[in-house]
């Protein structure tokens, strides 16, 4: 009978990941902890009441939910869950109510302290973790139902009765953490999946728009540049103008080079290089302007990496980067630089201490047209994105507001270029 009754409650820790799997979508409810917390509260809840009772014991999967809403939910989530548990196990009142409520502290301690540490680790390690966690609350009730029987004489003859259920009820916990922890995964890469093919489709038509207009702009910017050089020294009346025509006509063509390099970006010269040296190149060149907007510029190498890629569309890439985080940082602020390596990769962290950025401020950096600058057109960042994506790397974008933003730029130390734009 135990086991028809768990498996009514696997069931019941099963709905909150599918109604999460059809809300995910909607950002404002799919995403929200309080919405999630509910559902798992429910989840935790519903498990209580259902429970199998024998032994003079309570048999449910109460604590898989409150697992899996500090995991996947947040702290948020988890305390309105261990919440919702905890007033449901005080309305059924018995003798052991105070066992409940230490139970419930210690199976909800580790899932909360190992939350950042768990969203820091690839999706493979979360369901390790998930089931190694997921076993604590279930280790908890062991330890703490030893203890209730050793002070508890009478139950001494139910001792293989007990065992049987506590093996039965561990199998099942740890199968359902399992199963909820990997359809979990799934959920979210698929999710991130159709974002990252919403954001290719984007980039692509971008892309050969960009390339269409930009090639029929230039052509005809190229002659009038042209010949307003060959006019220049021939009238003097207008010769004030020249330079200041030529000026916007020189800017105008390097915004239709940054589309045309954003639609293909063109690696011409591919060679190995030290980017230790590369860092330090980029903070002597880039400190005089940082210095003459009373910005202290530092940096930080801890690696000795060589990679084999085009320097000059890395290095270009890294001052949008680099130039973007001094704009952004007021005066007698700081920008640094940190080269480190993880693994086959290497990072370069570029931090400051500007004003920061919302959450949907940091959703649409990388987006055209959007730039926290007042005459951005957030080309330079589009472009920067492009070339290190198109390297095989990826630029990561965390903010707070009014703590600065942190910028890091993953580059694999082996690159392969058969698929990259030539």
Not at 168 to 182: D, E, K, N
Not at 344 to 356: A, F, N, S
Request: contains cysteine; hydrophobic residues 45%; charged residues 20%.
């Amino acid at each position: 009978m135990i086991v028809e009754k768990l498996l009514l409650h696997v069931l019941i820790v099963l709905v909150p990941v599918l109604i999460y799997s059809l809300m995910i979508e909607n950002r404002k409810i799919g995403k929200s902890p309080y919405f999630l917390g509910f559902l798992y509260g429910a989840s935790a809840s519903l498990s209580m009441y259902f429970a199998y009772y024998d032994a003079s014991l309570y048999w449910d999967l109460r604590y898989v939910p409150v697992v899996l809403a500090f995991f996947y939910g947040g702290p948020i989530s988890g305390i309105i869950t261990i919440t919702a548990l905890m007033i449901t196990r005080t309305s059924m009142g018995g003798e052991t109510l105070f066992l409940a409520y230490i139970t419930a502290v210690l199976s909800c301690a580790v899932p909360y302290l190992m939350y950042n540490y768990f969203w820091k680790s690839p999706p493979k390690k979360r369901i390790s973790l998930s089931i190694i966690i997921g076993s604590w609350p279930a280790f908890v009730q062991l330890i703490i139902l030893l203890i209730y029987l050793y002070f508890n004489k009478g139950f001494v003859e139910l001792n293989q009765v007990l065992l049987l259920y506590i093996t039965v009820f561990g199998m099942i916990q740890i199968i359902t953490v399992v199963l909820t922890a990997i359809l979990n995964e799934a959920v979210i890469e698929r999710n991130l999946m159709k974002d990252e093919i919403r954001r290719s489709e984007k980039q692509h038509t971008l892309g050969e728009l960009a390339a269409s207009i930009a090639h029929e702009v230039r052509n005809p910017l190229t002659v009038v540049k042209g010949f307003l050089q060959l006019m220049e020294g021939e009238d003097e009346r207008h010769k004030n103008y020249y330079p200041l025509i030529l000026s916007e006509l020189g800017r105008a063509e390097n915004i239709i080079s940054d589309y045309l390099n954003f639609a293909k970006p063109e690696f011409k010269k591919i060679e190995s290089f030290s980017l230790p040296l590369l860092v330090m190149e980029l903070s002597i060149l880039l400190n005089p302007y940082a210095l003459k907007e009373g910005i202290s510029l530092t940096h930080t190498i801890e690696s000795d990496a060589v990679i084999t890629t085009d320097r000059n569309q890395l290095k270009q890439a890294l001052i949008n980067i680099l130039k973007n985080a001094v704009e952004a940082t007021p005066k007698e602020g700081r920008v640094s630089i940190k080269l480190i390596e993880d693994g086959e990769h290497v990072k370069m962290i570029i931090r400051d201490t500007g004003k920061g950025m919302t959450k949907e401020q940091l959703s649409r950096v990388g987006s055209l047209f959007f730039s926290t600058k007042e005459k951005g057109t957030g080309l330079g960042t589009m472009v920067s994105a492009r070339i290190i994506e198109s390297m095989g790397g990826r630029v990561d974008y965390t903010s707070k507001l009014g703590k600065g933003t942190k910028v890091s730029v993953t580059l694999p130390l082996k690159m392969m270029f058969d698929e990259q734009p030539v």
